[in-house]
């Protein structure tokens, strides 16, 4: 079967986002967090004129972190490889070995 497929964002920028991404407010009342809002940034397609979104994360220093598309090799469907650039200039990326195992 032909599908996308999202292999997302490296480990290495998710745990990046949890311990530099800016958390959401709690609510007063329950105690929970509000879910996280993400800034839309741009659009890639996948099969089947599919439209997926990239997003702007904001940091706790004031910075923001974008995805991109790194990479969309064809394995029975395109394979979605994310990016995480940072402001700073920081880009976590996957590795072309990594790519090719998929």
Partial sequence: MRC???MGLPPEAITFLELNERKPEVCP???RPYPKVLTPIGLFEGMFETKYQLHRHEL???KYADEYL???PWHSGPCFFLGLKIVNGLDFKWSESE???A
């Fill in 99 to 101: 790519i090719a195992k």
């Fill in 60 to 62: 706790t220093n004031g």
């Fill in 70 to 72: 790194q990479a969309a």
């Fill in 29 to 31: 009342c329950c105690n």
């Fill in 4 to 6: 996308d497929q999202q």
